[in-house]
């Protein structure tokens, strides 16, 4: 069936009677979420006379013919069929998903009619991806809802929900006749200007107003660089799309045949363009792959509009669907731009007495200027939140900066968020649920915590119970407050941390801070290099402290971000050593009746720079959070200088380091994820100041250690050391019937140190303690033997467990050393 932009018919009718002309206007919804269905079909049903929906779901169609009905179709949807009468007439009509696959694929002889196009669309890429312009500059309206959803009559009943219950009665109305209820939670909009350059690439987006209304929303500054279009882009010409960090094939990859199966379904007019319809589905269900609708355009074989959805029977967590639409237009020099995107996810029930969550994302460009560059210093952060963006302003205001104006419903969606979030019950549970994610309580102008932490146990401290406490931005903008009390019941000791940092600027993120810490902790522990990672650091709190050690410690940092990706640290530290375990430490390594020492102390200065070019930072508060890695790796070089008799300090020494962490993105085999660490230490020193190689006795897999090296087990004053994981998702296993129904996702791990101790820092481990004890020494490694464990397991077990199976390969014949472990880890992954 062809729908033309123009339809000329011959039609005969009798000489007593003329037809009276039908014409039809109405809108096309999602029953479930009230959004628009773009590109749907719309026909009088019997006839050859029809038209598709535009990207709001709007429609018109008219005819002279005698007819008593329209039928609506859509992929993923199933077909609706409404009376219609003689004249003009207005009828919206919602449409219901339909959950049933697609069907088969019927192959004849001959080749299928849609390759030719695809193999026109792969050739003509390169000039219609807006990436090969020079740079390109836009206008971005941008708006996100986020909704509850698939509320069940019981979940209904819960207290919280009956408090609320006058609300969700309004809330039924909000979709429509046929609509189920949603009850709406956050609301935003925002006014953007886009900028791009493509050599070398840079991009930055200057969020020029935002609008934010939400439950729980009462710092909106994370909210506000989250809320910009740029975490809504996707650009389909890219083989491989990255959606909740992970790999989505695309439909116009390269490699399409391999991954897809296509049908020519139509040719029509898509606004002045005649195009191609293609549907298409994956070849297997199960694949990170999309199905839905492409319009190719005959011209230029270019991408004129997408409808791309993943549904549940694909193998990421808690999704029942995501669905991306995307309408695009030509520029001058010919590559095409998005001109309006919807991105829709939709979360499953937790269990079958939860709800769901539905989010929607809207964005709309517009006033392109093409090949226009700017300044290198112009491209600054990647997202620039412009002074005043967050001032509220009155409705009529917004009106002006709306590309489209709201519909009755989001404007309904304002007033409802503000009557929710003021019933006390809601305050309540929002309290608590941030309180869960946060791991502090919120009490205005401070946050208590982290309340993982007030209880431990371990065999130097006993039972340890902790309070602590930081201030947030409602208390200051400049400064930031920490501070923290413990206290263990077997040692009988108090300790205590307190900080003061000063923030010297948010566009180029600069901080001073002080610190002063008094503590006991593991021998190998780094908490400032883990600081990011607190559940380890929370679990490193708790067992058998073999080798553990009491410090007192005064730190200065400054901190600055010189350039997009470039940042720089000065510090300086003084800590003391105070162990709990029997060791010893011959500073003389000649003579062996040299006094041996126990403690000592140092004080050191150390100069760091890291550079990771695609690295994305958000500010939350007074807190500064990375979005992670893309495309570059980060690296960062440190070096240390110790001083001999600054404040008593014991020693000279020199250190330098050199780390690479690099996300590999590998198509179909998944992600891996690679660091690599190189270490050199000049000079003598005890061995708890060397490398000391992290290692881990418990049952826990942990992605920071060696995972079959005993604590304490291996030093190095020359090193360097390599963690790998490779995440394969439904590689290989979704090709297993029975595997590919559980959902698992294999995965694979590498440990290696090729390492070195200098005979004069092995002959400084002394084998006894100042008062004769047998001390508790250390290993090292034999030249040119290196370190090896290498791993494999399976993750998404019941969707939370991971099992990981670790052999040992090399240094077997050590004390109690592993060859082969079993560990298990929990873990939230999409």
Wanted: aromatic share 14%.
């Amino acid at each position: 069936m062809n729908f033309h932009k123009y339809f000329v018919g011959l039609t005969f009718v009798s000489t007593s009677l003329v037809a009276q002309e039908i014409n039809v206007l109405g809108k096309v919804t999602d029953g479930g979420s009230g959004d628009p269905i773009p590109f749907a079909n719309v026909i009088f049903k019997g006839t050859t006379i029809g038209v598709t929906t535009d990207f709001d779901g709007n429609f018109q169609l008219r005819t002279s013919t005698s007819c008593d009905s329209i039928m609506v179709t859509s992929i993923g949807y199933k077909p609706r069929t409404k009376a219609v009468g003689a004249g003009k007439q207005v009828i919206n009509i919602q449409l219901e998903e339909d959950i049933t696959h697609l069907q088969e694929v019927v192959v004849v002889a001959g080749e299928n009619p849609a390759f030719p196009i695809l193999r026109n669309m792969v050739r003509n890429k390169s000039k219609n991806d807006k990436r090969n312009l020079a740079a390109y500059e836009y206008d971005s309206y941008t708006k996100t809802e986020v909704d509850v959803d698939q509320i069940s009559e019981k979940f209904r009943k819960r207290k919280v929900m009956r408090k609320i219950t006058q609300v969700m009665d309004s809330i039924d109305r909000m979709v429509g006749e046929d609509g189920k209820p949603i009850l709406p939670l956050f609301i935003t909009e925002s006014a953007s200007r886009v900028y791009f350059r493509s050599s070398p690439k840079v991009k930055t987006e200057q969020i020029l107003n935002t609008k934010i209304s939400g439950v729980g929303i009462s710092n909106g500054s994370t909210v506000t660089e989250l809320v910009g279009s740029s975490f809504q882009e996707y650009n389909f010409y890219q083989n491989w799309l990255s959606i909740f960090n992970k790999n989505f094939v695309s439909p116009l990859t390269d490699g399409w045949r391999l991954y897809y199966d296509y049908d020519l379904i139509d040719s029509l007019y898509v606004g002045d363009d005649f195009c191609y319809r293609l549907d298409f589905s994956p070849k297997n269900p199960q694949q990170l792959a999309f199905k839905g609708s492409l319009w190719i355009t005959k011209k230029d074989f270019a991408l004129r509009q997408i409808d791309a959805s993943v549904g549940k029977e694909s193998n990421v967590n808690f999704i029942d669907k995501i669905r991306i639409q995307q309408e695009l237009t030509p520029t001058p020099s010919g590559p095409w731009l998005p001109v309006k995107n919807r991105v829709l996810v939709n979360v499953s029930e937790i269990s079958k007495n939860s709800a769901g969550l539905l989010a929607k994302f809207y964005t709309n460009n517009k006033n392109i200027v093409i090949n226009r560059s700017h300044e290198n210093s112009f491209y600054g952060k990647r997202i620039i939140i412009m002074d005043g963006a967050e001032l509220k302003h009155n409705e009529k205001y917004w009106d002006s900066l709306r590309h489209e104006p709201l519909s009755p419903t989001e404007r309904n969606v304002y007033k409802m968020i503000d009557t929710i979030k003021n019933i006390p019950v809601v305050k309540t549970y929002t309290e608590v649920f941030k309180a869960v994610v946060d791991g502090y309580y919120d009490l205005g102008k401070y946050k208590v915590g982290p309340y993982l932490r007030t209880v431990a146990w371990n065999s130097v401290e006993g039972v340890r119970v902790q309070t602590g406490f930081k201030t947030n931005i409602s208390f200051s903008r400049k400064m930031v407050y920490r501070g923290m009390l413990a206290y263990g019941f077997h040692d009988t000791k108090l300790k205590f941390l307190a900080s003061a940092q000063r923030i010297l600027s948010r566009n180029r993120w600069t901080t001073l801070t002080f610190r002063v810490h008094k503590d006991v902790i593991r021998l190998g522990v780094d908490e400032d290099a883990l600081s990011t990672h607190p559940l380890f650091l929370t679990a490193a709190r708790w067992g058998q402290f073999q080798r553990a050690y009491y410090f007192n410690e005064a730190f200065i940092s400054f901190k600055r971000e010189f350039l997009p990706g470039l940042s720089g640290q000065l510090a300086t530290r003084y800590s003391t050593f105070e162990p709990t375990y029997p060791f010893g430490f011959q500073r003389n390594s000649v003579d062996p009746t040299a006094p041996v020492y126990r403690q000592f102390q140092t004080a050191e200065v150390f100069v760091e720079t890291r550079y990771a070019r695609d690295e994305t930072f958000l500010q939350n508060g007074n807190e500064r959070l990375s979005l992670g890695l893309k495309k570059w790796p980060a690296l960062t070089f440190r070096y240390t200088h110790g001083m001999k008799g600054l404040a008593g300090s014991d020693f000279n020494y020199d250190k330098v380091r050199l780390n690479l962490d690099k996300k590999i993105r590998m198509g179909p085999l998944g992600v891996g994820v690679l660091s690599v660490s190189g270490e050199y230490i000049y000079n003598r020193l005890p061995y708890p100041l060397l490398t000391v190689h992290l290692g881990n006795q418990s049952v826990v897999y942990s992605k920071y250690t060696f995972n079959l090296m005993s604590y304490g087990e291996f030093v190095s004053d020359e090193s360097v050391s390599m963690h790998y994981r490779q995440y394969f998702e439904g590689f290989i296993v979704n090709q297993i019937p029975v595997l590919r129904r559980l959902k698992w996702r294999l995965v694979g791990t590498a440990n290696v140190i090729y390492g070195s101790l200098r005979s004069a820092n092995q002959r400084s481990i002394a084998r006894l303690t100042p008062t004769g004890e047998v001390a508790l020494r250390t290993g090292y490694f034999t030249a040119g033997i290196p370190y090896v464990e290498m791993g494999y397991g399976v993750e998404n077990i019941f969707k939370f467990f991971r099992v990981d199976f670790v052999h040992r390969l090399t240094y077997l014949s050590n004390p109690n050393a592993r060859s082969f472990g079993v560990l298990f880890t929990a873990q939230f992954k999409l």
